[in-house]
């Protein structure tokens, strides 16, 4: 089997990867034991290296058609594959051992990340801010431009130490007090119980984003709530999708 190719965006970290939405393909492509290989791009470049191989734009939720990643290319089937949910889709149905939608319940998956982004969205810009401090000069100056615009504020405004830091933290922890709640319906260390499924994987990379862009002390303080349930959680999705 010809390595499956994925886009991603490199940070200053060691081992690079970053992005919440790339780790949710990587995680895929580990869970089902599929090779593949990472191609780094730039923010600078990524609308210019997406033309050049012919991937689609990618739709944001006011409209706007930008190119983003992830993207995966598959030299097996010629598939070029934009978004991180359309690539698990994509994964799903061309690789189905190992069910990331397992019971068909695909639906309620889709369901339950549209609702935790909700619940994450109002204070993203935390981690949005503390993502520009982990990138090299020239993708930082990109990503906060775009971020600035984004946001119609400078990024000395987005999540300044005080009151609205704070107001950040208690939404963080309020989404996560509500992500217990939905994990503790059913037995067993998955959201449906002892099924491992996308939403797992959704979940473990949003704290996989928070783990690699917040300052330690920052990340500790997230993997201690509810008696260290979140690092125990993104420790076990990352065993069981192998290789990040």
């Given amino acids: 089997m010809i390595p499956l190719v994925l886009y991603d965006i490199p940070s200053k970290l ?20 599929l090779p593949f290989r990472v191609e780094w791009v730039g923010f600078p470049d990524i609308a210019p290296r997406m033309k050049e191989i012919g991937a689609r734009k ?9 190119n983003t990643l992830p993207v995966l ?8 594959v934009t978004d991180s949910w359309e690539i698990a889709e994509y994964l799903e149905k061309t690789y189905p051992e190992k069910s990331i939608f397992s019971h068909n319940r695909k639906g309620l998956i889709r369901a339950f990340t549209t609702a ?5 969205q109002p ?3 935390f981690p949005i801010l503390r993502a520009s401090q982990i990138l090299d000069e020239r993708s930082a100056e990109c990503y906060i431009t775009t971020k600035e615009v984004m946001f119609k504020a400078k990024i000395s405004e987005f999540s300044p130490e005080g009151p609205k830091r704070d107001e950040h933290w208690a939404i963080i922890e309020r989404a996560f007090t509500t992500s217990k709640e939905w ?24 704290l996989s984003w928070l783990k690699r862009v917040l300052h330690e002390d920052e990340w500790e303080k997230i993997a201690s709530w509810h008696d260290g349930r979140w690092g125990e959680l993104l420790a076990d999705v990352e065993k069981q999708c192998s290789r990040i």
């Avoid at 990618?58 to 930008?66: C, V």
């Fill in 14 to 33: 060691e081992g690079k990867y970053w992005s919440d939405n790339v780790t949710k393909s990587r995680f895929v492509l580990g869970y089902k034991g």
């Fill in 58 to 66: 990618n739709r944001l939720a006011d409209g706007a058609e930008m």
């Fill in 73 to 80: 290319s598959d030299p097996n089937t010629g598939a070029l």
């Fill in 116 to 120: 935790i982004i909700s619940l994450v």
């Fill in 123 to 125: 204070a993203a810009i």
């Fill in 183 to 206: 994990y503790a319906e059913e037995e067993g260390k998955w959201l449906m119980g002892d099924v491992f499924s996308y939403a797992d994987i959704f979940t473990a990379s949003i």
